[in-house]
């Protein structure tokens, strides 16, 4: 097992330095293995041999499908889908790429990802048709190197009628493609027979050639080929001497007419294939920008909310099909309200069979295949997170169907971050509110019973000491308004009155409502400043904070200056006092709840300045502390003044 | 006679502490501790005050006050706790006379429960009130300090009517809005503020800390006469 492991670690390091040193392999350490399949209803015998194959060597495996131009019928699209996800469930990394030619793109593959052993099945096909074709498996063989190869011979008693019967072939002819056929070979036709004398025959056949190639960008292999053999036979008929038989009495004519029924030929074929190459690479280009796009999506997004309405429009963008997501909950399965369209009931059951199954369902699979929608399980490790819907008009193809699921691995993978994220959030939160709890319980029941023992002790003297009794009441009952404060600030119950508001009365009123003496404190207001827009009753309280923090921490001797000015478009309303001033790297810890310095006098809870800070704060302001230079704190509340205060017009009488 | 007090609230101490101050200041107290028992209470004793704790164990505070305002003129004075400001107001604007915030101070209690008594007398229209050197002519429409008239705006002169009119009792910012502007006022809340410092400058001695006109945080205003 230890050295099977250790195989493992040395065939993973292998593959990292050769594709950073571009080596092409294979280099022989683990085994791989890499199967080809296609629609072929024997594809699934491969896939099934090709996997006990790995699982006695213990090798992993690859699926490839080579996207061959032929474009696939709807049974044949059906069949390899279920083929890719049979081989995906069973374990296989599945590779889609195209070519034109299997054995090259077979062999492209195999040195790319370090296979040491490809399977093949051979084929049932007549022998003829591998005489003018290159037959694949023994270019593949030719060439493969060190790579074994397995052919599978098909079983014979397992083939199926014909795949395709010549009905359906018939209806899936490109018949639009031939009338064009047909109208450009009479065209030129006619255009020749009209220039035919000035020119003679034999620019004819340019004219036929040019036709041809312009053909070619436009239509299919056939319909092209149709179209060169059509040209000759035309030109051999209607132009070559004999004109109007089939004859041809001069050599060097006959030499032509070979000549150009091979280029002919040659010169469709290429264009076609030029163009369905193009055409591929196109497509493969716009599925990786629609994955690029897809992921950039996610990656920019912070968290599901705002990730899901983005990709539903994205799935709009790319397949022109509405989708809906579910994701995975306490009850099981519930639909995310940013889908394009509302999931029956119906949908809702399939959708629960492939997030159960962890298997794709819905249309174009094997699992209730009328369904509206195709479900595809959101699949991290061993576990659904939830189901992608799409609801597509037509049958998806195979580029549609793995763009799709390369789409629900990515989601899969953010909805996966974004859940162990929040619960990494969670438990911290949990943890912060244990610790929280915890300093609570310890100074609020220091808070409460200090005073409530310094009643009792009061009430037990012969003669009850009442200005002792007056103080523990007062602290009682600043602790209690201190907690209900916190708690109504906490429940986000505090929404701020706004009146415009003279900042001089403001702040004296606050003084006044603090009841220190005259002599205790000194007040400087700026004049003309301008009315601002708060709620009165919370920033008199965070004011009121402010100075009865600066008595608990000020000296009694010296008065505490409060003053008022603007600073550009803030209000700065200080409260300072001459006490010892703030520690080093206290100026924003005094504002965290529970926070007691180190300078602090005991008794109090640690919540005025908390308080007055999420009240300032509701009203977009800021409040900050710092030392003075000479000596003690500083704590100013910064609020903004916004727009100039119009007062409803009116006339003067009285 | 002694006038009668009946005390609705569900908290002992407390009953027994409002029936210590009102026996002394010679009310006849009767109390109880929920509101349908209070509300057969204040039919049988026709009291000359009610001191109702918005709190009770059977119904809202606030319902009993509806309920009693629908057949009774009797003033009320509302037991609240701090932070209930929203309370206050809605007492207020049911038809309480005032409030005290518990825990309150046995003086300050008495006091507004004679301002409270007292707006109930029979109302002969104030004509002319005086504070100090301040007369208010509400007949001629002329305020005047000493032997200087005082030019107020409309809104200004409006406002202190209203104050004049309703002495020691507090006036939420809702019921000085309507009286003042009608129905539709809301837009002048954020505004009444200016108003009142506009006010205060022209009729305090010391606008900077107005004896007149005294701010309840959260709540309104009140005209201190006295």
Redesign the interface.
Known sequence: MALRLVAEHVDRDLRDIMSEEKIAGPWKSGDRLLVAVSASPYSERLIRYTRRLAASMEASWIVANIELSRSLSEQEQTRLTRYLALARQLGAEVISIPGSDIGEALLRIARQHNVTQIVIGKPLGTRWASFWKRDPLHWLMRNSGNIDIHMIPADESARPGRGESIEERLARAPWQDYGAALAIAAGVTGLSLSIFDYTGYWAVALFYLLAVVLAATRLRRWPTLFLAALSAVLWDFLFIPPRFTFYISQFQDFMMFGAYFVIAIVIGHLATQLREREQSERRREERATALYRFTRALAASSDLDEALPKISALIKNSFQADAAVWLRDESGLSCHAAGTFKPSSKDESVAVWAFQKKQSAGKSTDTLPDADALHVPLITGDRAEGVLSVRLANLPTIEQRELLDAFAAQLALFVNKERALEESREAQIARQSQKLQKTLFDSVSHELKTPLAAMTAALQQPQPDCAELQQA?HRL?RTV?HL??AT?LESGLLQP??????P??LI??AV??SGLKDGAVRVNIAKDLP?I?VD??LI?QALGSLLSNAVAHGKSEQPIEVSAARDDSMLVVSVADHGPGLAPGEENKVFEKFYRGPRTRPGGLGLGLSIARQLVEAHGGQIVAQNQENGGARFSIRLPIGEV?R??S????? | MKPVAVIIDDEVQIRRLLRVALEAENYQVHETDNGRDGLIEIANRKPAVILLDLGLPDMDGLDVLKRLREWSEAPVLVLSV??D?QGKVAALDSGAEDYVTK?FSTPELLARLRAAQRKTRPEEEVSIFKSGDLIVDLTA???TRGDREI???????ALLRLFVRHPGRVLTHRYILREIWGPKSE????????YI?HL?QKIEVDP??PCLIK?E??IGYRFDAA
Not at chain 1, 497 to 502: G, P, Y
Not at chain 1, 650 to 654: V, Y
Not at chain 2, 187 to 194: C, F, G, P, S
């Open positions: 009441a009952t308004d209900l404060d109504r009155v706004r009146e415009w508001c003279d001089a009365e004296r009123e006044a409502a009315a827009s009165s009753r008199q205060m007062l409803p009116e006339a003067a009488t009285a | 701090r932070d400001e825990p429409r002329v305020v030019k107020l705006t409309a809104t200004e002169y837009e002048h809340r954020q505004y009444l503020r200016v410092t205060r900077t800390t701010t945080s959260g």
